[in-house]
């Protein structure tokens, strides 16, 4: 018998507990040692810098001397990839930076001014006349007209000229504005900025829409009333614009607040109205009869997909008007097609439409025969529970269109009452119900 002692029991206990503990509460796990590369190749390489050879202490270009402080924002101010106007209610980096130029200019333009004034009440009665800045692009043109022992005129102008407006906008430190003390506009070449369309200068001291007023400590505030950093959001809601202008953000927006959501290449922008969908006049005044006055959201993407004859699975809930999201764009391109005769219709339907039930069958029977009648279209429901020859008459006289159920459409072809040959449009309404009944392995 294997004799141990206490003190080795007790080791044992130990080390059992503390290998419980590691294992339950993952303590006391001893990171393996890694060589730095500093370390490992100190005697090969010799990592320290040499004083003599930093620069950057003698380095005299002013753009080095204040450092910018590094930014997790870029550009203006917003994040790639993020929602900007989110990005904006948090963040007013922007806003800042052109307050505080504003007030910087402002206090700069001022103390000139007072300097001017004092300048002008020592050379006693001069008369200045100080329009800044009314040519554009310049702050050249300071027009001081001597009339000495006349009126002393101290209305100094404030005119903000585009040279200004832009130095506002890019921040150089060039006067931005004249001011008089109190009033931040006085004479402003409104018309004449409005004829050159520029659209800069308003007396009601807005600028491109941005409002410039004061506060109660005489500070002047910069208030944007809209984002005129991002254009996009600058312009209209996508229900004001037209299709040609809508971008690719609108129809996202335009897309979730439909609750659209898409899977697939290069998918084709949905249909907001029923005449933007380029479906014929007579299916157009279909719909209206039928008091469609809006596509639904399953119609608006649907719809202009089916138009480009691709493949398509469309997911919507009951009721969303799938129906009409399939039988317009089947309607559109039978429509297109040659009026069967009878030699033609020996060849069978153009398009085809299974449904897993007849009481379903039905009902798009019904809906389609809302719109065919309008193109012309002939349909026929190919369901059980119904006369099969009567069925077969309407199949030989010939049809654009079969509605039918899978049981009554196999029986159909088999007894060569119709056949397929010239049949390019299959649809499958709740086609995963049809798979569940084994439609596929028939
Ligand atoms: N754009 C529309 N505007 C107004 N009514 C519509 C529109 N589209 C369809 N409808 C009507 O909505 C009702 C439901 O449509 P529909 O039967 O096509 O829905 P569905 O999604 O196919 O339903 P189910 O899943 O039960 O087959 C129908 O009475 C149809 O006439």
Same mark, same amino acid.
């Given at each position: ?124 009665? $001069? !008369?200045? /006349? &100080? =329009?800044? *800045? +009314? %040519?554009?692009?310049? @702050?050249? #043109? $300071? !027009?001081? /007209? &001597? =009339?000495? *022992? +006349? %009126?002393?005129?101290? @209305?100094? #102008? $404030? !005119? ?283």
């Amino acid at each position: 018998m294997l004799q141990v002692n206490t003190t080795d029991i007790n080791n044992y206990k130990e080390k059992e507990i503390e290998m419980i503990k590691q294992q339950y509460l993952g303590l006391n796990k001893k990171k393996k040692k890694m060589q730095k590369p500093s370390e490992k190749f100190r005697n090969i390489f010799n990592f320290e810098w040499d004083q003599s050879e930093d620069t950057s202490r003698y380095d005299t270009n002013p753009l080095y001397q204040n450092r910018l402080e590094p930014q997790i924002l870029f550009g203006r101010g917003y994040i790639a990839g993020v929602d900007v106007r989110e990005q904006r209610k948090k963040n007013n980096f922007y806003d800042r930076l052109v307050q505080n130029r504003i007030n910087y200019s402002m206090k700069k333009h001022t103390e000139e001014e007072l300097q001017k004034k004092k300048g002008s009440s020592l050379s006693h009665s $001069t !008369n200045i /006349d &100080t =329009n800044v *800045g +009314t %040519n554009a692009g310049t @702050n050249a #043109g $300071t !027009n001081t /007209d &001597t =009339n000495a *022992g +006349t %009126n002393t005129d101290t @209305n100094v #102008g $404030t !005119n903000i000229t585009i040279s200004q407006k832009k130095s506002l906008k890019t921040g150089t430190d060039s006067d931005i504005a004249n001011y008089n003390g109190d009033s931040y506009s006085a004479d402003i070449r409104k018309d004449k900025y409005n004829e050159e369309n520029h659209n800069i200068i308003l007396n009601n001291n807005i600028i491109n829409n941005e409002v410039i007023s004061k506060n109660t400590n005489d500070e002047f505030i910069y208030k944007p009333i809209i984002n005129n950093i991002i254009k996009d959001v600058q312009n209209k809601h996508w229900s004001e614009k037209k299709r040609e202008e809508m971008t690719d953000r609108d129809w996202r927006i335009f897309r979730e607040d439909n609750e659209i959501y898409i899977k697939g290449g290069i998918v084709p922008p949905p249909i907001r109205t029923w005449e933007e969908s380029g479906l014929s006049p007579d299916l157009l005044k279909a719909i209206k009869k039928a008091k469609y006055d809006k596509p639904t959201p399953i119609q608006m993407q649907a719809i202009p997909i089916s138009l480009e004859m691709r493949d398509l699975i469309g997911i919507a809930e009951t009721g969303s008007g799938k129906t009409a999201a399939f039988v317009l764009p089947m309607l559109s391109y039978v429509k297109k097609l040659p009026p069967l005769t009878y030699e033609t219709s020996q060849d069978g339907p153009y398009a085809l439409v299974i449904a897993p039930s007849r009481e379903l069958a039905i009902q798009i029977y019904e809906e389609t025969n809302k719109f065919a009648s309008y193109c012309s279209c002939r349909t026929v429901a190919l369901v059980g529970g119904r006369n099969a020859e009567a069925q077969a008459f309407e199949l030989r006289k010939g049809v654009e269109i079969i509605i039918g159920t899978p049981g009554r459409l196999q029986d159909c072809l088999e007894k060569a009452y119709t056949v397929l040959n010239q049949c390019n449009y299959v649809i499958l309404d709740e086609a995963d119900r049809m798979m569940d009944m084994g439609f596929e392995e028939t």
